[in-house]
């Protein structure tokens, strides 16, 4: 099938009380084992791809290889998604290059001038067809090339989320409630606990209205620990627990990001096949592997932890 919006997705997800997985792509190997383990699993999925992304391999280069996936996997329905949309010249490249949904980032601007750089992308993008995730709220963390310290990042104040996305017209809202990007979200000897009573809060104030969580990779302690055997410095990376995750995705939560847990689990396969094979040196055989461990931690996280299994 060709590629979907959203708005199918998230609804059954909401009346299904599991959430759809959106996970970074940003070359082939992590395209072919997100998608391997969709079908697999019978699984819908959002392929988002980042400013970092676009930078990386070139916009041209990552829709075709989306391409590719969706004559692969025909039974799948795959939206393709703009991650963190920083102004609307980026979102409407996208838009007119093929994807069916963005996001616009305006989560560091002030509440009226969020309001109105959303309402503008909105504006252009439903003329499309296409749909929006916008954010309100600051996540911690790292995202392209802008880091919020733990003490910048601000929990979303569930009293603003109807004026938000009726002034806007969005058709999901990222939200913060503890979650952050990248691989060191809490403090080692801290409890790490989302803010369930602010998301239930914002469920209450906006019924049937799709939720989106950033930074929910939960960093498997398995793969830090492999990559610091295998030559790597990773002390203290922490991130979300899954069973937390698979308590929101049964909530208003209807598409949760992961992006880390994907790329730990890259490095930690890529960093112990080559120290265990020193001789090697034909990228495919440690890209091989490699793929194989996108594939079952995405295939893990459907299962596991969206619920998003056969769901088409
Ligand atoms: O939240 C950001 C995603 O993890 C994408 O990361 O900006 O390094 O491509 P990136
Ligand atoms: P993680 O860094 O937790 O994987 O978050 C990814 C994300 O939110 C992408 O937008
Ligand atoms: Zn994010």
Known sequence: MPLVTTTEMFKKAYDGGYAIGAFNVNNMEIVQGITEACRETKSPVILQVSKGARAYANHTYLVKLVEAALLECPEIPIALHLDHGPDFETCKACIDGGFTSVMIDGSSKSFEDNIALTRQVVDYAHDHGVVVEAELGVL???????RVSAEDSSYTKPEEVEEFVSRTGCDSLAIAIGTSHGAYKFKPGTDPHLRFDVLHEIEKKLPGFPIVLHGASSVPQEFVAMINKYGGNMPGAIGVPEDQ???????????INIDSDIRLAMTATIRQFLAEHPDKFDPREYLKPARQAVKDMVHHKIVDVLGSDNRI
Do not use: F, N, Q, T
């Not at 911690?140 to 802008?146: C, F, M, N, S």
């Not at 995750?245 to 939560?253: G, H």
């Open 140 to 146: 911690a963390g790292i995202e392209d090339d802008v």
């Open 245 to 255: 995750l698979r308590e929101a995705a049964r909530s208003a939560v209807c598409k």
